[in-house]
């Protein structure tokens, strides 16, 4: 179609083309410049709110437009080239036009890391950028986190208020410059400036001192990895007794020093975005750093500043050389936050003089916070952990249209998505709607990427669970309001960013989410249709002794277990350190505890009994301690019986609780036999439904071992498994599904949901 009408307008001289997706502020312009000189044709290009516009006129319409697919720049993302013919005016020269405003149908970039180009000017001395520490150009450098509102030109920008210098006003006005309107461009003569020399910053960390680094979407804290007593230190300061902490390497020749990595994860860490990528921890750094795990986050250098403080860790060489050889230095490089709140972007003395010696910032403002992206290889594929930096706003493409919908996401990992058309817009990680200040950063978001996206959404989609902040926020907004259960929510999203539009299995395993019934789930077998949801299974339901705080303490959820399996009365001697335990006991003999069906407890359960982990310090930590054990999953005969669709594991816990069991047996059997026993419950339901395809949703579907081990046991049997790739498995896809279920709803003309028919009651 388009090549005809290309040929058409070849006849006429002269067409107009719009292209559409992420086209502003990423040399776009200047490329379609360089073609029209290449082919010798008249016209124009310009920015607008739907993308960029280009009239071209002359012989070569045809080759320009074929060019103009094929040879974009690297941070482009074409959705769509249309074309259409005109009159010709006779017109020879070719101009790069001023911007256009109108509604905004067009989309900004995310954040990506300095290019190897501004890199050798960084490294210059004979550059006017040498070692300047915003150095940046229309390939790489901020994006999302500087940006106020689109068009993307620099009025819109943080850097609105820098003027240009001579000679970066030349570069910003030169076509034929990979600066040219790069709205972000400076030099040490009219841009941004840092507070602290580059030294005396690399000098507090070789201290052992704990340095605030102003970024690009936040402050980072950063300390000297291979250093115990700092990493200890920057625990206490931070408030963070175990969570693991990422890291930082000089470049990839620095990454054999610290972890194995095989060829897909060096492919994701060398990756424009630059994510955090967790990767087998050789045991070379300080023991604060990742404490229990085998594995542990590294990311590289995505600033020029964090590649300035790895070249003072070197003695500051001249050129780039030093590049090539490992660095010794590795940096603890965390997100600047403390008791739950979001990443620091602001007011920093304040917020982190008590956790920083060094409070190291910035001149130029931080619009949007975004922390940095974590990634892993799972089951042989990139999935995200963390969706932020790098990868936000960027769309997700929904299986078709739907009308415009605001989905709020849940109460923790939340983010938000926006829709508009067949785009799915979802918002960076925004957190665990826990703190006031979190709270306020969610409704900034809301209001930012609305702004982003340009349209007045027609719905909004929450959580069943009416106590969540963004429930509440929903409910504040006048707006009609699709409550999508969460467990349907997850199977939602994956179905989304898959182009999935027919009905599928899906099989959600998850900490909480609330059900249709007002219960406890956690451990779902679906039949989803769009907007519409069955629930054929659920994991065999355990007590949840102290509701919340057996999230907290995987002991409780042990003691429920033996519990289930006729062991009450050994409790009290299991767990001799818990003064509740003989309370605990005596409640479940009388059963007098909720109930949840939750795989995440099912995970604690195991990691209690086999005493790997009896309170947790953050959230996830038993499943991850219990994961980092497993070197061959193994099954137990006969670990798992499904009774009326529910799937027990029962025999399997029996045998978890063995006295003196050695935990990694234990967690080998534990993982082998779910995966065994998920494999047969999801074979059983598709041979009833005929449904052969499986999203896989939730937070235990981060576990890598589980994931690779269930996926293959489905492909075995014939059946079709769906994992989340674009986004998280967690609560941070939540609000992708959210949206597209409501969408559907809207399109249905129903905003009630099939009421989930379950064979059997919760008991």
Known sequence: MELARASAANNVGRARVRVRGAVQGVGFRPFVYGLAQRYALGGFVANDAEGVLIEVEGGSIAEFLAALRCEAPPLARVDSIETEQL?????????????????????????????????????????????????????????????????????????????????CRRDYRD?????????????PACGPRLDHPIGEIFERLRAGGIVALKSLGGYHLLCDAANEASVAELRRRKRRDAKPFAVMVASEASLDRVVAADAAERALLRSVERPIVLMQ?????????????????????YTPLHHLLFHAAVGSPQGRGWQRAPVDLVLVATSANCGGDPIVIDDAERKLGGIADLIVSHDRDIVVRADDSVMAISDGGPALIRRARGFAPRPIRLPREIPPVLAVGGYLKNTIT?????????????????????????????????????????????????????????ESLGLRLIAVQHHHAHVGSIAAEHGVDAPLLGLVLDGHGQGSDGGNWGGELLRVDGAHVTRLGHLAALALPGGDAAAREPWRMAAAALAAIGQSETITARFPDQSRAPALAAMLANHGCAVTTSAGRLFDAAAGLLGVCSVQAYEGQAAMQLEALV??????????????????????????????LAP??????????????????????????????????????????????????????????????QLPPNDGGLSLGQAWIAGQAIVNDTEEERPCASPFPLK
């Open 87 to 167: 009159r010709a005016h006779g017109e020879r020269g070719f101009d790069i036009a001023e911007s256009r405003a109108g509604r905004v149908t067009t989309r900004i970039g995310a954040d990506a890391a300095t290019c190897e180009a501004c890199l050798d000017d960084l490294f210059d001395p004979a550059s006017r950028f040498h070692l300047y520490p915003f150095v940046n150009c229309t390939h790489c450098g901020p994006r999302y986190t500087l940006t106020h509102r689109l068009p993307y030109d620099r009025a819109n920008t943080a850097m609105a208020g820098f003027a240009l210098c001579a000679d």
């Open 175 to 187: 076509p034929r410059d990979r600066r040219f309107h790069a709205e972000p461009i400076a030099c």
């Open 281 to 301: 921890d050789r045991g070379a750094l300080a023991p604060s750093v990742a404490p229990g795990l085998r594995h542990v986050g590294v990311m590289l250098p």
């Open 418 to 474: 926006l829709t508009r058309g067949r785009e799915a817009f979802v918002s960076q990680h925004v957190g665990d709607l826990a703190t006031a200040d979190t709270v306020r950063f969610f409704e900034q978001t809301i209001a930012h990427l609305t702004r982003l996206v340009g349209v007045a959404p027609v719905a909004v989609a929450h959580d069943l669970h009416a106590d969540f902040a963004s429930t509440r926020f929903a």
């Open 631 to 660: 070197q061959t999953p193994r099954v137990l005969t006969d670990g798992w019986r499904i009774e009326r669709d529910a799937l027990d594991l029962s025999p399997l816990l029996r045998y978890l609780a063995t006295p003196g």
């Open 664 to 725: 990694v047996a234990g967690a080998e059997l534990f993982h082998g036999t779910l995966a065994a026993a998920l494999a047969d419950w999801i074979a059983q339901a598709s041979a009833r439904t005929g449904l052969t395809t499986i999203a896989l949703g939730g937070g235990c579907f981060l576990n890598r071992v589980l994931s690779a081990d269930l996926a293959a046991r489905l492909r075995a049997c014939g059946l079709t498994p769906l994992p989340a790739r």
